[in-house]
């Protein structure tokens, strides 16, 4: 049984920090890409950013460059989401996924095999 637990979402300021984590069990993803996408209410399901197996090759929506790092622990089974400088917009349902299909596209949602439950990230004004 494979399974994505996410943690650390909340509620934040403006400009505040948060940081996810995504901790894979029952399957080693170590050699294969892993992501994020959000869903704000009444929107669709988004890419948000993911990253290569080694984690020397990330990706991100041009929305949260600059403001966003995505890591990876392989010795943990773990990716991280580091997110700065949160603004309101960025306030949805946060999802991990994983692995990512070989030849598939990394912002698709149709590329990942599993998915975590979601953690909620707030951003107040």
């Known amino acids: 049984q494979v399974q994505l637990v996410e943690s650390g979402g909340g509620l934040v300021q403006a400009g505040g920090s948060l940081r996810l984590s995504c901790a894979a069990s029952?399957?080693?993803?170590?050699?294969?890409?892993r992501g994020w996408f959000r869903q704000a209410p009444g929107k669709e399901r988004e890419f948000v950013a993911a990253?290569?197996?080694?984690?020397?090759?990330?990706y991100y929506t041009d929305s949260v460059k600059g403001r966003f790092t995505i890591s990876r622990d392989n010795a943990k089974n773990t990716v991280y989401l580091q997110m700065d400088s949160l603004s309101p917009e960025d306030t949805a349902v946060y999802y991990c996924?994983?692995?990512?299909?070989?030849?598939?596209?990394?912002?698709?949602?149709?590329?990942?095999?599993?998915w975590g439950q979601g953690t909620q990230v707030t951003v107040s004004p």
């Open positions: 996924a994983g692995p990512k299909k070989d030849g598939s596209s990394w912002k698709d949602p149709e590329s990942y095999d599993y």
């Open positions: 029952g399957r080693t993803f170590s050699r294969a890409g």
């Open positions: 990253i290569s197996w080694s984690g020397g090759i990330t």
